[in-house]
């Protein structure tokens, strides 16, 4: 509780070493350990918070800590993907791919979090812009080497066609990606 205090009053760092010591008396705490993830993640230390919920992902948890940690394994990805986004979009995708796979393995088994429901859904969204900026820019990439092989062209644009297609996919209600899809 003291934990949790600490995080909501902005100290993330703090909550952090109070979990670590109350994880050092009790190791096999699954919950300690999900908690010193969450202080890492308040505290946009997600590399850690990631390496922590990844390895108790792969744990014997009771059925709503594991809910709980593949929410934040989707949490997480999601704002590492978010971090590279405009930088290097190639990079965000797997990022933003596996929030997505996260949130759906927490919706096979509670299929109506609401939460989990809505942050799916904002993943969706992202990728289907992420998808459709890939798309275009491997066609002006296309536009720019009128003189490649034949080949490389058509692998060019095979590869925007199946972006653009995933980004309907993704977002099947935008009249925008069925038209750039045409």
């Known amino acids: 509780r003291e934990a949790q205090k600490l995080i909501k009053e902005n100290q993330p760092a703090k909550a952090g070493e109070l979990l670590r010591a109350l994880s050092a008396k009790k190791p ?34 009771p059925g709503k800590l594991r809910d709980e940690v593949w929410a934040q394994i989707g949490n997480v990805s999601f704002r590492k993907g978010e971090l590279v986004e405009e930088a290097s979009p190639e990079e965000a995708l797997p990022k933003w791919e596996q929030s997505l796979e996260a949130y759906r393995v927490v919706l096979s088994t509670n299929p109506r979090d609401k939460e989990v429901l809505h942050n799916k859904h904002v993943v969706e969204l992202k990728l289907a812009r992420l998808h459709q900026k890939l798309a275009k820019k491997l066609l002006d990439q296309h536009h720019d080497e009128k003189q490649a092989p034949i080949e490389k062209q058509i692998e060019k644009l095979q590869a925007a066609l199946d972006h653009q297609e995933t980004a309907q996919k993704l977002d099947p209600k935008n009249e925008e990606l069925k038209k750039e899809t045409k």
């Open 28 to 61: 096999n705490d699954p919950w300690l350990v999900y908690d010193t993830a969450v202080a890492a993640y308040a505290a946009k230390d997600y590399e850690t918070a990631d390496k922590v919920w990844a390895q108790l992902a792969t744990t014997k948890l």
